[in-house]
T-cell receptor, first 110, second 114 residues
Framework: NAGVTQTPKFQVLKTGQSMTLQCAQD?????MSWYRQDPGMGLRLIHY???????DQGEVPNGYNVSRSTTEDFPLRLLSAAPSQTSVYFC?????????FGPGTRLTVT | QQQVKQSPQSLIVQKGGISIINCAYE??????FPWYQQFPGKGPALLIA?????SEKKEGRFTISFNKSAKQFSLHIMDSQPGDSATYFC?????????????FGAGTRLFVKA
């Protein structure tokens, strides 16, 4: 099993550009989530999904969109990037209590 | 983020010593209390977790102590090793019909001196 994979690993965007961060898991987990990690603030939940076709907002959803058309994939879209979205983004999938995290995407918005 | 307060922010321990990290929470609906370990450039990984019906859980050199009345839980690392140098997060979770939500503490950077 590859576990949770994320692409790209690094990305630099200009303010106002859009992009999609990809996340995929091969463990058949129903629950998937996106977090952002900023220095001194731990991980904050952006959006999550309890299954295909179902998504909901987390703590910091503004500026981000998600969709879940399959169990395996959970992409995160930035419609108009802002410098405040510079962060490291982690995708996670869950089976029961344990969350399995991907390797992260480091995003810089200039 | 105010729901979970983790301390200390950073910790330096000699090899062989005991590392202790604390987590205080406010939400009495939390029903699962894990600690995650994160190495630089990697995603967090579950280290050890406890449910509120027990007061202590030990796995090798790692122990969770849980105090429900004080709304606190802590991670103890015995015989700390340089390989334990990482950032540790408490991440209590609350369940609801159809899913759950996890709140992460701000993290503790542990450095174990050889």
């Amino acid at each position: 099993n590859a576990g949770v994979t994320q692409t790209p690993k690094f990305q630099v965007l200009k303010t106002g550009q859009s992009m999609t961060l990809q996340c995929a898991q091969d463990m058949n987990h129903e629950y998937m989530s996106w977090y952002r990690q900023d220095p001194g603030m731990g991980l904050r939940l952006i959006h999550y999904s309890v299954g295909a076709g179902i998504t909901d907002q987390g703590e910091v959803p503004n500026g981000y969109n998600v969709s879940r058309s399959t169990t395996e994939d959970f992409p995160l879209r930035l419609l108009s990037a802002a410098p405040s979205q510079t962060s490291v983004y982690f995708c996670a999938s869950s089976y029961r209590e344990e969350q399995y995290f991907g390797p992260g995407t480091r995003l810089t918005v200039t | 983020q105010q729901q979970v307060k983790q301390s200390p922010q950073s910790l330096i321990v000699q090899k062989g010593g005991i590392s202790i990290i604390n987590c205080a929470y406010e939400n009495t609906a939390f029903d699962y209390f894990p600690w995650y370990q994160q190495f630089p450039g990697k995603g967090p990984a579950l280290l050890i977790a406890i449910r509120p019906d027990v007061s202590e859980k030990k796995e090798g050199r790692f122990t969770i102590s849980f105090n429900k009345s004080a709304k606190q839980f802590s991670l103890h690392i015995m015989d700390s090793q340089p390989g334990d140098s990482a950032t540790y997060f408490c991440a209590p979770r609350s369940s609801y019909t159809g899913g759950f939500k996890t709140i992460f503490g701000a993290g503790t950077r542990l450095f174990v001196k050889a």
